[in-house]
């Protein structure tokens, strides 16, 4: 049986920082990922907003690692590769009421350690942000923006480019403890393991449960989104924020320019009861629109070239004010379970800093070494659209697949697409290649570069056709081919 | 950088681009270079291997490769050179172009140039249908090319969504492959597709055909397995309790074409919101000088035959441009509008007197109807129709007298029912 010292369960945000961090030291670390590729669930449906830290009561953990997950964001997606913009963003007040709600989440936020926050009259956000009406609002310099999903691949490529083993579309389905080791067993087999972290997302409660009685529930909320169209990127530079709704636990719908140049408007907030229900509504679509014409009334209504939905891991219901703060421990009963629980907003932003946490943790457990071949740097990644004429011409004369463009609407070339299938993870969905180089992002959505993508597939990877997917182990594209006869079992 | 000095460049090697190109051969352009971004000429006729193509033109019915081939061999008989497997990644609205393919970017300075890039399909989420995100949904466009040109099936029980002819057509071709089509579903009250698809592929095969019907959501974890269809009121909103659920792997798109005008838009070229494409003059030449648009970027058609003779007139007047022959200059312009019953017309432009015509569709399908061309109060042309419906093009030649063209007034198009 395989045996590694720490198992990873989850490939989101949060394994895969874990899973970097660790890739620092000598260890044997294997991440167990039950979608196709990392990223699969939360990480990539969210606002990819780099959080300041005021909405986070004062001395929670959640303030405390958002905001040293903020400050740490830059140097990390340096190393990466993976672009931030720091757009900053604003909270706005549509009547004397909610100024006054500005001034306590300064207050708020000042005594979180966040720097800059200042209140502008209406003239003054006028001035910077032309098409929002408000009263007020509250400007947040320290707030930015990233890619999720870039980030998360980013992390798990660099990673696994340092020794850590990913295995995809491998799900944990049990967990024993027996003389200090975990056996864990997946779909893909029996894996022996010195530590468990359970980075398992909205799932974290069912890897619990594993082992031993949870202490707490999940309760999944789900956040809906709307993609605009790039040519709408004139709407807004900095986010748009409304006054959080009271004992919600979550911050508003609001509207965030993405590091790509579209538009989100979201997320929505629902209780669910399924976790993994990651549906869009047309009654969330409809509401999304309203909310967002609310603060910026110039936001169109036919713009829309993509929904989508993600499911916060809530440790508090809607009865109990929705609100609870992250738990990174580890487990009394179980010794050597870590356990990251309640991971919902600001997640993302605090991941680096939940990483160092776990590891501080891990260090108490196995020796941790550092090793002298850990590369922190990740070789850069191309894209053709951002490239200089000059650039582009001479990657073109190197490899010539650089001048042939597959998707039109996002410029990305038949190369990029074929670095995205090379990846060290070996993730080879169509999704792993929209999100690794954007081939199908844009407004047609896929419906010119898919069959280039597929093409791609069959030809220079030897898929078989019955063989490609969307996005997870049995969402395939094809039944065969045509006028073939295939036996059905 | 290579550079290229062009007569014409035409963007978009599909049949209205190899007719543009061909035309303007024809008239005289010694320079004519054709720009396409696949690998292969005449856009989606490869693909359209059913006939039904070049009746009205040569009595014959064709099927696309077939009337493509034509096209095709035209071009290379008159020398113009074709670039495949190039991207048009800017143009200018001094008429340069930068393109881009293997052997590395080109910058084209054009004379004149034609835009045809035709146009892309509608969405799941440009009609904003809800649901789980399965694998399993493609637009019929797409469907189509896998089945056809690279020879793959793309699923076993289906149901697709609109009535547009590339719906209809893919209708029958999945159900030739074995494939079972449970229903075709429109929201509008009667078929946007031509009524020889109607009839030759559901009809003769047995297809329901659901109006007054649209997909309310979409489930499926990992691949499309059931859909909701909801019948809708006059105000097209769906009617709460009329919800079926259709079990099915597939669904297919065919909820409409968008003119492909990004290019258009980064040349300043003004676009039509009601066409979606370009607003041009009487010569096809758009807000840019020297700038022509024809095919399905300009606003989308329903056959090719008309199409092919639009892109004919646009490759000539992108010759005549350049020798200055034919034009004579006008101050005045004068728009077209779409009046009562009528969705829009082109061209929206006139800058002459004399001679031109009119190609326009209506908003609903009405009949007897009347169509009448007015300019201020006075009436230039008042005529019978036995019908009109938006799937069919209705084409129509005006005279402007002099008197009319110089009093500015707009001219109004209408349909009256
Ligand atoms: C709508 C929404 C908006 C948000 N906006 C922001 C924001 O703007 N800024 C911010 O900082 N944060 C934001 N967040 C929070 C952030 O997205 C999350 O905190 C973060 O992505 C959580 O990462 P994760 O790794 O814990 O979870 P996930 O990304 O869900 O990863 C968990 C992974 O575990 C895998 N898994 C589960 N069970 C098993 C098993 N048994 N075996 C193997 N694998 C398993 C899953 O497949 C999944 O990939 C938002 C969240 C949501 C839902």
Redesign the pocket.
Known sequence: MKKFQVAI???????SSIARELSRYDVSVVV????SD??????K???????SGINSPPYSLKARLCVEGNRMFQSLAGELGVPVKWVGKFVVAGNEDEIAELEHLKRVGESNGVPGLEILDEAGVKKKEKNISCRGALWVPTAGITS?YQLTIALAENAAENNVKFLLE????GLKKQAQKFFVNTTKGGFLADVVVN?????CR??VAMLEEPDFNVYPCR?EYLVLDKSYSWLVRSMVYPVPPKHTGVLGIHITPTIEGNILLG?SAEFINEDEDTRTTREAMISLLKHAKEMVPVVPDNAVINAYS????KLASAENGGWADFRIEESRNTPGLIN?LG????????APAIAKEAIGIIAGLIVLKEKGSFKSNRARVNRFSGLLETERAKMIEKDSKWGRVVCRCEQVTEREVTDALSNPLGARTLSSVKYRCRAGMGRCQGGFCTPHIVRIMKDNFGMDVIDIKLKSPNSTLFTGRVREVREHG | MVEHLVDVAVIGGGPAGLAAAVSAGEHGAEQVVVIERNSWLGGILPQCIHDGFGVEETGKSLTGPEYAEQYINMALQKNIQIMLETMVIELRENREIVAVNSNGLHNIKAKSVVLAMGCRERTRWGAMIPGTRPSGIYTAGVAQTFINLQNIMVGRKVVIVGSGDVGLIMARRLKLEGAEVVAVVEILPYPSGLLRNVVQCLEDYDIPLLLNHTVTNIEGKERVEEVTISQVDGNMKPILGTEKQIKCDTLLLSLGLIPENELSRMAMVEIDDRTGGPSVNQELETSVPGIFACGNCLHVHDTVDMLSVEAKKAGKSAVECITNTGRKQYETVIHVVPGEGVRYVVPQRINRPGKVELMLRAKKPMEPVVLQVTAGKRIILTKKLRCATPSSMIKIGIVIPPRVFASRAALEVRLIG
């Not at chain 1, 990392?38 to 990480?43: D, M, P, T």
């Not at chain 1, 449906?45 to 959080?51: D, F, P, Q, T």
């Not at chain 1, 993600?310 to 891991?313: A, L, M, T, V, Y």
């Not at chain 1, 991971?343 to 605090?350: K, R």
């Open positions: 369960i989850g490939g989101g945000v949060i394994g167990f990922e039950s979608g990392v990223a699969s669930q939360a990480s449906a969210n606002s990819g907003v780099i959080h999720p491998t799900k944990v389905i980075a398992a997302g909205v799932f069912d890897i956040g997320p993600g499911i916060r891991s990251i991971i919902e907003s600001p997640g993302l932003t605090a």
